[in-house]
């Protein structure tokens, strides 16, 4: 139940022909408070709703609890979500014994494209793929729930 991760900008798009899958994603926020979010997400045909607790203070981990709904039920949901709406495709990159995945953001948060990376430990080492560029972990900014309510359009 804690996910512990690292985010960081893509500088290119090789990673599309690296990728085993993608999938669109479309996800609003029912609460936004960053001591406790909650995610209502839209996944292929699947309806998922998550709720992740306050972040380290170095981003690395945080608790996360997810729990699958029907895709109806996530749409229903979608009307009450906080304004702004995330919609992106999600690129799933093996590398070594990790699996990037490769958000491409649309909509108001067009041009921004961010890779994440699941590990096991906060010390875990793995594979950097040559289109990885700065790390972005602990930012706050490239949060979900943040790009929601500041959407990258409006960065000056």
């Not at 669109?24 to 001591?35: A, K």
């Not at 998922?48 to 972040?55: I, Y």
């Amino acid at each position: 139940m804690i996910e512990i991760e690292r985010k960081f900008l893509v500088t290119s798009e090789a990673f599309k022909t690296e990728s085993h899958k993608h999938t669109r994603i479309i996800q609003g926020f029912l609460n936004t408070n960053p001591e406790r979010t909650v995610r209502v997400r839209i996944k292929g045909d699947k309806g998922f709703l998550t709720v992740k607790g306050k972040s380290t203070n170095d981003g690395l981990s945080r608790f996360e609890w997810e729990k699958d709904i029907s895709k109806q039920d996530a749409e229903a949901l979608l009307k009450l979500c906080e304004k702004g709406v995330i919609d992106k495709v999600r690129y799933e990159v093996k590398m070594g014994e990790h699996v990037f995945e490769v958000d491409v953001f649309h909509e108001e948060n067009e041009g921004l494209t961010v890779a994440e990376v699941e590990l096991n430990h906060e010390d875990d080492i793995f594979k950097k793929p040559n289109w990885l560029g700065e790390e972005v972990t602990g930012d706050k900014r490239y949060y979900n729930s943040q790009l929601s309510q500041h959407p990258f359009k409006n960065w000056s």
